[in-house]
């Protein structure tokens, strides 16, 4: 089997024989845990980020939902969650207590019964499943889930990846929904590309340049007509997006890293040229260690910039095939020439990409990008 994502094109698995695809999210995860560990807070407001102080700059890894009927979401400046919420408590990020948890799920995950068990994060997993009622064999997952690690999860029912993910969302909190080619028109039809998996404001905004403003309108237009737009890769890939159309099969092949990168936000913004170069050459230092790990060279570096107040760019260009450290890192310095003059910095960001692996070249294993 090989994994292909969102993108990738239409298996052999059919609805007919009884295999499914489901996508176990977990319910509000980071908060969840937190709540977890501290009883007293079930109830109550919950933020998460950074290093919980608001007076610093940082963004909102998650919120309880008790904080998003506040309007608190995920990548929000801190301050601004605090002041929405001014009771709210506000946490800091512990990724280890994360990791443990998120183990805890997928191995139960992993011990369901005829269950192939892809990762795409912490929080979230597609499962393929031969059952005759996928609605039962959810809920099931639900309460081993919940028994095993106290956690609440909502499964998407789908035919194929992308239905199955976008399911999920009509299944929040701690439910169940199908979404299949029979009733995708029904649930989707009337709702803007942006509610597409894949699909975000910039590329929404393109497709009502060419007056499609609704899921239904692409699912019928012509992919050729996105080509001029989108190119001959995405622009068929969209119009197959608005059919909910694609891969069917889940593969538990090992995910394999495309890259790996590293971002600080400055508590003070970066005004002098000697601090962006320093910044940059810690950030570069720091993912090295992590790409040497890998034993494989580098082929591509981006450079990621946010201005004050809260404008981002990245940068970015491909290398001849590098174990050279001081070679990346003076290509990395030359992006930095890139950066606008005079023009205060409050993140900087470095991302390595690698070679990937013979097999991975071949279509066996997955990659993901780091931004």
Known sequence: MVRKGPC???????????QWVLHVDLDQFIAAVEVLRR???AGKPVIVGGRGDPTERAVVSTASYEARAFGVGSGMPLRVAARKVPDAVILPVDSEAYLAASDAVMATLRAQPGATVQVLGWDEAFMGV?????ETYARGLHDAVLESTSLHCSVGIGDTLV?????????KPAGVFRLTVENWLAVMGDRPTIDLWGVGSKVSGRLAKLDITTVAQLAACDPADLVPEFGPKMGPWYAQLGRGDGERTV???????????RETTYQQDLTEPVQVDEAVRELVARVLEDVIAEGRPVIGLTLKVRYAPFFTKTYARRIAETFDREDVLAQALNLVGKIEPERPIRLLGFRAEMSMPEEARKGHTPTRSGW
Do not use: C, M, Y
Request: hydrophobic share 30%; glycine share 12%.
């Open 8 to 18: 990738g094109q239409t298996g052999t698995v059919s609805q007919g024989e009884n």
């Open 130 to 134: 031969s059952t005759a009622d996928p």
């Open 251 to 261: 593969d538990d092949t090992p995910w394999v890293a495309r890259g790996h990168s």
């Open 39 to 41: 009883p007293e807070l």
């Open 163 to 171: 239905r199955a993910k976008i399911a999920t969302g009509f299944a």
